[in-house]
């Protein structure tokens, strides 16, 4: 007597067909983002061991709407997504503060003073090349 062989069943999906076939970049990338957000919900119920209807009675919602959220079609209110954020304890929406402008304050001071530079006895350790600059610096300041 012959086994009979078990067909192979081809999994067949409106959604995963539209997925593929669309050929707008926005509609592609829009769609991508949604599976990607639907996939951080289920890895963060997976780590704090929740399945769908744990998952459903923590929201206060039917398992049939945790189902569509992790179908990657759902569109989410923010605050589904807030509420979703704060029992899985992750971050979904990042919303950060605009950074403060910093105002830089440039000031600038001109000092005039009439000063002599003072040669002291004492400074005989350099040489004499230096001591002459100074000196025909000195000079051509009228300060001799």
Known sequence: ME????????????????????????AYKRTEKNMLLALRILKAMQTKKLNRIKFAEEMGVHPSVVTKWLSGTHHFTTE????????LNICIINVVEPQQIETIV????????????????TMNYFNSDFKNILYQQNYQYGKR
């Open 3 to 26: 086994a009979k062989k078990k067909e192979t069943k081809v999994y067949k999906s409106k959604i995963l067909n539209d997925f593929f076939t669309i050929n707008d970049t926005k």
């Open 80 to 87: 589904t997504l807030f509420d979703i954020e704060e029992k």
């Open 106 to 121: 440039a000031y600038q001071i001109q000092v005039t003073q009439k000063c002599q530079p003072v040669l002291p006895q």
